[in-house]
């Protein structure tokens, strides 16, 4: 990175900050310094590199894919870099690599302390070159420190290194793995996941269960879920301290490997649920079982808006997440706390020495939800800043609404909605404090003027107007729609849109309909490109949010018109900052 050791902790310190300001309800968590990582050089577990036709092994070179060779990485474990280092003279030795090779996954496993690490590779490539890969294959399983060799066979072109079919060739398809020299077993198998160091995973395993043995009373007895569990490590360091676990993982084969190691361990009770952690939890709430604590280690992508307003009703003690992108962490926070789950306190550890990445760990307790921003109040109408992932008005697949919270904190029984703003949409949401003044602000928002800020796939022109009918409660209705492009952000657009109208999905349904819908739109949008936006942008919702009203003076009354603006949700402004670095 170019920084001292010292600066760099600095910067990752920062990175935090930066993810966790635009949110104001995150605002009184502590941010610890990031806990320093030893050693600094030699420390990786895995590397996941690229191999060309002409043998070089590394990673692409930024924006383009070309390989940049990497014989001297200084941070992969030594064991991994002798291996490296053997298959890149063999491919030399053959005047290139294999016709169909393209990548080696290789991580290590530590069974004893006493021992040196063992290694479990897997050489990736192309279906058609089976025999030649085969080969190779065999010649890896010879090398020092490997315990067992797998191909992934892709048949055609791959958007990930990891994709395609799993097949163990040589070894042993499972090896002993451990977080701590004294600590309990697990099973590592090919592609599995491992944290970058060996060291600060252990340490994050440590101020855990520290945090939960306290938070609990100790743990011996207390019923804890953790969901994305992997091949269970952490899991199985718990059930050692007398906990009893029920893991959650996508990946069948790894919950069967850690019930396989808490068998031959003699450990505490322990289950295990294969599914998706969204699906399975709502099953575990439909049978009303109950949890202490609950663990959740997302990927980088962060957890599901669907997941993260169920689990708040596993009624727990406690909720620890731990992270590795801060920006999905303080999006996911702040929907927590809009919940009534807060953290106190931030640690950060430096996982990935020399580079950018940081880990985080905060634990959750149950607390007041988070105040609503309120825009604007008089004797007939309350302005609210609508949060996203919230209806306005009840709907039976979300467990409250808007209106049903500003209806019991503010103790306004009659509050009705003046306009409902989709789930997926924040900003500016008018309620009436007395259903007698429904209709007259109603028709004061018709005549008004509304401005929403979306994200739409393409570029679209700089500007425009959208007339098209939409149906509305079975009749086809006169529709008109003004747009405004504010900033071309890569190949796709900002744009401020002006309905003259309130039809339902009036904006996604006009933007769709020229050739530009609303990124991260699941009902009128672009699968692919909500899918590349989800996980390379964390967006997780529709880019939509209604940034100002205005509506004309009171007719009855003398006045200026009425102003409500709202700043763009920090979840969208994250994702156009993405978009922009």
Same mark, same amino acid.
């Given at each position: 990175?170019?920084?001292?050791?010292?600066?760099?902790?600095?910067?990752?310190?920062?990175? +935090?900050?930066?993810?966790?300001?635009?949110?104001?309800?995150?605002?009184?968590?502590?941010?610890?310094?990031?806990?320093?990582?030893?050693? +600094?050089?030699?420390?990786?577990?895995?590397?996941?590199?690229?191999?060309?036709?002409?043998?070089?092994?590394?990673?692409?070179?930024?924006?383009?894919? !070309?390989?940049?060779?990497?014989?001297?990485?200084?941070?992969?474990?030594p064991v991994l870099l002798a291996l490296i280092a053997a298959l890149r003279e063999?491919?030399?030795?053959?005047?290139?690599?294999?016709?169909?090779?393209?990548?080696?996954?290789?991580?290590?496993?530590?069974?004893?302390?006493?021992?040196?690490?063992?290694?479990?590779?897997?050489?990736?490539? !192309?279906?058609?070159?089976?025999?030649?890969?085969?080969?190779?294959?065999?010649?890896?399983?010879?090398?020092?420190?490997?315990?067992?060799?797998?191909?992934?066979?892709?048949?055609?072109?791959?958007?990930?290194?990891?994709?395609?079919?799993?097949?163990?060739?040589?070894?042993?398809?499972?090896?002993?793995?451990?977080?701590?020299?004294?600590?309990?077993?697990?099973?590592?198998?090919?592609?599995?996941? +491992?944290?970058?160091?060996?060291?600060?995973?252990?340490?994050?395993?440590?101020?855990?269960?520290?945090?939960?043995?306290?938070?609990?009373?100790?743990?011996?007895?207390?019923?804890?879920?953790?969901?994305?569990?992997?091949?269970?490590?952490?899991?199985?360091?718990?059930?050692?301290?007398?906990?009893?676990?029920?893991?959650?993982?996508?990946?069948?084969?790894?919950?069967?490997?850690a019930l396989r190691a808490q068998r031959e361990q003699a450990l505490p009770t322990?289950?295990?649920?294969?599914?998706?952690?969204?699906?399975?939890v709502r099953e575990l709430l439909q049978r009303a079982e109950a949890f202490d604590?609950?663990?959740?280690?997302?990927?980088?992508?962060?957890?599901?808006?669907?997941?993260?307003?169920?689990?708040?009703?596993?009624?727990?003690?406690?909720?620890?997440?731990?992270?590795?992108?801060?920006?999905?962490?303080?999006?996911?926070?702040?929907?927590?706390?809009?919940?009534?789950?807060?953290?106190?306190?931030?640690?950060?550890?430096?996982?990935?020495?020399?580079?950018?990445?940081?880990?985080?760990?905060?634990?959750?307790?149950?607390? !007041?939800?988070?105040?609503?921003?309120?825009?604007?109040?008089?004797?007939?109408?309350?302005?609210?800043?609508?949060?996203?992932?919230?209806?306005?008005?009840?709907?039976?697949?979300?467990?409250?609404?808007?209106?049903?919270?500003?209806?019991?904190?503010?103790?306004?029984?009659?509050?009705?909605?003046?306009?409902?703003?989709?789930?997926?949409?924040?900003?500016?949401?008018?309620?009436?404090?007395?259903?007698?003044?429904?209709?007259?602000?109603?028709?004061?928002?018709?005549?008004?003027?509304?401005?929403?800020?979306?994200?739409?796939?393409?570029?679209?022109?700089?500007?425009?107007?959208?007339?098209?009918?939409?149906?509305?409660?079975?009749?086809?209705?006169?529709? +008109?729609?003004?747009?405004?492009?504010?900033?071309?952000?890569?190949?796709?657009?900002?744009?401020?849109?002006?309905?003259?109208?309130?039809?339902?999905?009036?904006?996604?349904?006009?933007?769709?309909?020229?050739?530009?819908?609303?990124?991260?739109?699941?009902?009128?949008?672009?699968?692919?490109?909500?899918?590349?936006?989800?996980?390379?942008?964390?967006?997780?919702?529709?880019?939509?949010?209604?940034?100002?009203?205005?509506?004309?003076?009171?007719?009855?009354?003398?006045?200026?018109?009425?102003?409500?603006?709202?700043?763009?949700?920090?979840?969208?402004?994250?994702?156009?900052?993405?978009?922009?670095?």
């Amino acid at each position: 990175m170019g920084q001292s050791l010292s600066a760099q902790l600095a910067l990752k310190h920062a990175s +935090v900050r930066a993810a966790f300001e635009p949110y104001r309800v995150l605002q009184g968590i502590e941010l610890s310094p990031v806990v320093a990582a030893s050693p +600094v050089l030699g420390y990786r577990t895995r590397a996941k590199l690229i191999v060309s036709q002409q043998g070089e092994i590394g990673l692409y070179e930024r924006g383009s894919h !070309a390989v940049v060779d990497i014989p001297g990485c200084r941070v992969l474990h030594p064991v991994l870099l002798a291996l490296i280092a053997a298959l890149r003279e063999r491919l030399a030795s053959e005047a290139g690599a294999p016709a169909g090779l393209t990548g080696i996954d290789a991580r290590l496993v530590r069974a004893e302390s006493e021992r040196e690490p063992g290694v479990l590779a897997t050489l990736i490539g !192309a279906r058609s070159a089976d025999a030649e890969l085969r080969a190779l294959a065999q010649w890896l399983g010879a090398q020092p420190h490997v315990q067992g060799v797998a191909l992934r066979l892709q048949s055609g072109p791959a958007i990930q290194l990891l994709e395609g079919e799993l097949g163990a060739v040589a070894g042993s398809a499972l090896a002993r793995d451990r977080l701590r020299a004294d600590g309990p077993y697990h099973y590592a198998t090919f592609g599995s996941f +491992v944290q970058a160091h060996g060291g600060q995973a252990a340490r994050m395993a440590q101020a855990i269960q520290s945090e939960l043995s306290r938070r609990l009373g100790g743990l011996r007895g207390q019923r804890v879920l953790e969901l994305f569990a992997g091949s269970g490590a952490l899991g199985l360091e718990l059930c050692q301290a007398g906990a009893e676990l029920t893991l959650v993982e996508r990946y069948a084969p790894a919950l069967e490997h850690a019930l396989r190691a808490q068998r031959e361990q003699a450990l505490p009770t322990l289950r295990t649920l294969a599914g998706d952690a969204e699906q399975v939890v709502r099953e575990l709430l439909q049978r009303a079982e109950a949890f202490d604590a609950v663990i959740v280690n997302p990927p980088r992508r962060g957890l599901s808006a669907g997941l993260r307003a169920l689990l708040p009703q596993l009624r727990a003690h406690a909720i620890v997440y731990m992270s590795c992108d801060p920006g999905t962490l303080a999006r996911d926070l702040a929907q927590l706390a809009a919940c009534g789950w807060a953290a106190s306190r931030l640690d950060a550890f430096d996982m990935i020495p020399l580079s950018a990445g940081v880990e985080s760990l905060v634990v959750l307790e149950p607390a !007041a939800p988070a105040p609503l921003s309120v825009l604007f109040e008089d004797e007939q109408l309350l302005v609210v800043d609508k949060p996203p992932h919230l209806p306005t008005t009840p709907d039976a697949a979300h467990p409250s609404s808007l209106l049903e919270r500003l209806q019991r904190e503010r103790a306004l029984p009659e509050l009705s909605a003046v306009h409902r703003l989709d789930v997926g949409t924040s900003g500016v949401c008018l309620f009436a404090k007395r259903r007698a003044d429904v209709h007259a602000l109603s028709e004061r928002l018709a005549a008004g003027d509304k401005h929403y800020l979306t994200l739409v796939r393409g570029v679209v022109r700089p500007k425009g107007i959208v007339r098209a009918a939409l149906r509305e409660a079975g009749k086809t209705r006169p529709a +008109v729609s003004r747009y405004t492009r504010q900033a071309v952000l890569g190949t796709h657009s900002l744009v401020r849109v002006r309905p003259e109208q309130g039809r339902t999905h009036q904006v996604r349904k006009h933007m769709a309909a020229i050739g530009h819908p609303v990124l991260g739109d699941a009902r009128y949008g672009d699968g692919p490109s909500n899918r590349f936006f989800e996980h390379r942008h964390a967006l997780d919702r529709t880019f939509l949010h209604a940034a100002r009203i205005v509506l004309p003076p009171h007719a009855t009354r003398a006045g200026a018109e009425l102003r409500l603006e709202s700043p763009l949700a920090p979840d969208l402004a994250a994702v156009l900052a993405s978009l922009r670095g």
